[in-house]
């Protein structure tokens, strides 16, 4: 009889066991069901962020641009289309001819601000100036031997040289001897200048950081543009802000690209961590760096009949052919002029009782930015700043000194140099553009900790809670 009851106790346990059991695998079943059901519905999202190498949704769209370029005539998505087809690759070679390879430049003048305490730890500060044998003979004298393009002389490393002084007015044959109202250099005081193969000195990481350096930005910022552009603001002083926020930007851009990685191995390489805290994380600045790409290739575009006509004598005839063809493939290019026909208009600027003296103020303040140039303490900082602020500064000649495209030939006068510093101006430009696209989406999550990724996703945080 015990023995019965017994038996009767364990059915029924198990018989409550196997219900229980059953009830709990139906509920699983019904939230996988509901889950499932909800997932075919959902965007695709994989809990580690990526699923078929796309970001998560959390973050697309974040830091991409579409649309119109602020303030210009061209879409973002055009420009990234025609540098990649067109300009990057028709500037890399027009820079390396021997025309637009040699830069006259003074590089040794007194700060006019304040005593000049930079000092640069890396022999990479210093430039390579040229002998007298390696550049142009057209660019010194009247008689033009020919130019080996492989008479590369100078000596690369060399921690200091000697002034070139033996230039002469006939250098400049054919171009004219003109100041650049924007800027505060003489360029036709040959007895200071000295000429620098840019190809031996390429813009890159040269160690000059600290107070020096940021004091120059500070200065060019506080003193000449506004920390902060705001509506108050007219247009023509938002676009200089813009305009040395871009040249900012696209500096950065090469410090980063061309970094020393390991000093101790002398290893070069991209440092994205930098871009991406200098750059990248600040749409405001890739911005900026879109819209002066495209101040300066309006500018190149509007003196189109000028540059095809100018003289690229280096003495050297195959060359001197290459160069011209390949201006001319730039300045005639159909994609181009489909495309991005004004990449920007200038005609909208100045208008008004008070546009000659805002004019006069603006173009003050850019001299004042290029006089600063002089109180860099890294040569080769100060090289290339001296450059691309004279190939702004003929920016601005060339779209606001000048009123109408029909008397822009009869009153506009380039000189060489601004020419040179022009075009370089426009290969930096878009090697930061073309850098910036390529690794922009990359580079998202660069120098993040895991904590500030799943803060930036609700996906990431909820992996990161399980």
Known sequence: MVEEIEKKKKKATKGKGNRWSNGAIGAVFIVLLAVGISWAAAPKINLFSRINNKPCPCAKDAHTYRGMVEDCCCEYETVDHLNEEVLHPLLQDLVKTPFFRYFKVKLWCDCPFWPDDGMCRLRDCSVCECPESEFPESFKRPSNPILPSDDLMCQEGKPEAAVDRTLDSNAFRGWSETDNPWTVDDETDNAEMTYVNLQLNPERYTGYTGPSARRIWDAIYAENCPKHPSEELCQEERILYKLISGLHSSISVHIAADFLLDETKNMWGQNLMLLHDRVLRYPDRVRNLYFTFLFVL????????????????????????????????????????????????????????????????????????????????????????????????????????????ENLRQTLQLQRNEVIALMNLLNRLSESVKLVHETGRSSENIGLTSEQKAASCPFHKMWASL
């Open 298 to 405: 309006r500018a190149v575009t509007k003196v189109t009949e000028y540059l095809e006509q100018a003289s690229y004598d280096t003495g050297n005839p195959n060359e001197d052919l290459k160069t011209h063809s390949l201006m001319r493939q730039l300045l005639y290019n159909s994609k181009l002029q489909a495309a991005c026909p004004i990449p920007f208009d200038e005609a909208k600027l100045w208008k008004g009782q008070n546009g000659p003296e805002l004019k006069q103020k603006i173009q003050n303040q850019f001299r004042n930015i290029s006089a600063l140039m002089d109180c860099v303490g890294c040569e080769k900082c100060r090289l290339w700043g001296k450059l691309q602020v004279l190939g702004l500064g003929t920016a601005l000649k060339i779209l606001f000194s000048v009123d109408g495209q």
